[in-house]
């Protein structure tokens, strides 16, 4: 599959922008189908690279070129944060307009740049989504090695996401001197893979990776900020019960995190509930980035008992409610967290979907309906 031939559907905004997004996740394609006719600078060449991190002035002298009030393209503006210094100097000087790429938004903080004062929107771009793949969509495929751009298109998905891991140790991490211990990072990356789509519990990982947990915190916040795991708030309210606080990690492709743990082939059974919660996740996060449809996505699970519901959407003071399950079938357990959330105000809809079953629904009102029907009332609006 060639990625040039999927439309995506992150919409460009009309003025400068920041697009952040995990590499391999076709940033630089979707500019060059958008702004073909910008000025680029693409600080992934290491001969440029070098050249302006020996003299940055050397941007200022190719901005001067452009056209008053045309684009530029600055690609893994990152590498060289203090150019937006200059970037910010034009926009309001020259009226240029800028679209920033980026797989990381962690050196940009620690450098304590000038992020452009709300000059620059922000923007992400996800995975391929169901939406963008259409009938390419595979759900099989989808859950043994993800819908990264890079990897789609690639005669050897499995050897190329195993490539993404080592390259993104190597460029991501050890180049950029994310971490001090790469070799401890490592060790963590794999253990922080098995966590998917559970609750973190940061004491738990320290003694697994045997770092500190201070360490396992910072490591967290790596992958938060190069863009390969999310971490999911629990829902906060004054309920009878408390809510809990601590969020749930996710990985954002299925193909990445079986890589880092180092599980790929054939899908074990063992694995393929997290995966499918896994999916899911990004599904809803991707289409909220894209859409805007909802004001914040979390889980709800009362700190008593082990009842807990996988997704909460919230538009408002009104809710959403969702369950991911994997099995084939529907059976009453299943159904234990949307009955307990069922007294939740403004709660106006409680899904259960499972990877392939047909459309119901129970006594209590609960919607019971394929993955690929989801897709579809997310896509129609209708959810």
């Not at 452009?66 to 034009?90: M, T």
């Not at 923007?123 to 969509?137: D, I, K, Q, T, V």
């Not at 971490?179 to 966590?195: D, E, H, K, S, T």
């Not at 699970?301 to 369950?323: C, H, M, N, S, Y």
Request: one cysteine or more; charged letters at 25%.
């Amino acid at each position: 599959m060639v990625s040039e031939e999927v439309p995506r559907l992150l919409t460009p905004p009309r003025q400068s922008f920041f697009l952040f997004g995990p590499r391999g996740t076709g940033k630089s394609t979707w500019v060059r189908r958008h702004f073909s006719t910008a000025l680029q600078v693409n600080l992934l060449d290491e001969g440029l690279y070098q050249e302006l991190l020996a003299r940055p002035a050397g941007f200022a002298d190719r901005l001067r070129v452009a056209k008053r009030g045309s684009w530029v393209c600055v690609d893994e503006v990152q590498r060289i944060p203090g150019l937006l210094n200059e970037v910010h100097r034009a926009i309001e000087e020259q009226h240029l307009k800028f679209v920033l790429l980026g797989s990381s938004a962690r050196k940009l903080r620690r450098a304590g740049v000038n992020l452009l004062a709300g000059r620059a929107l922000r923007r992400s771009m996800h995975p391929f989504l169901p939406m963008e793949l259409g009938a390419r969509f595979s759900l099989r495929h989808a859950l043994e090695v993800g819908t990264l751009p890079i990897v789609l298109a690639s005669e050897s998905p499995e050897q190329t996401l195993q490539a993404y891991v080592q390259s993104y140790l190597k460029e991501e991490i050890q180049a950029e001197a994310l971490v001090r211990n790469l070799g401890g990072f490592a060790r963590f990356l794999q253990i922080a893979a098995v966590m998917h789509g559970q609750v973190v519990n940061a004491a738990g990982l320290a003694r697994d990776a045997g770092v500190s947990r201070t360490t396992v915190n910072d490591y967290l916040d790596v992958l938060d900020d190069t863009l390969l795991t999310f971490r999911l708030p629990g829902y906060e309210a004054r309920l009878r019960i408390r809510e809990r606080k601590h969020p749930r990690l996710y990985w954002v492709d299925p193909g990445v995190v079986r890589a880092a743990k180092q599980q790929l082939g054939p899908v074990a059974i063992e694995e393929r509930g997290a995966l499918f919660e896994g999916l899911v996740a990004t599904l809803l996060r991707g289409w909220n980035d894209y859409r805007g449809l909802y004001d914040s996505i979390s889980y709800w699970a009362p700190t008593e008992g082990r009842l807990e519901v996988d997704f909460l959407l919230q538009r408002g003071k009104r809710f959403i409610a969702i369950e991911v399950k994997s099995g084939k079938a529907l059976r009453s357990d299943d159904l234990a967290g949307l009955k307990a959330i069922e007294s939740l105000a403004g709660l106006e809809r409680r899904l259960i979907v499972y990877p392939e079953i047909g459309t119901m629904k129970t006594q209590q009102g609960i919607e019971v309906l394929s993955f690929e029907k989801l897709v579809d009332l997310l896509e129609t609006q209708s959810l």
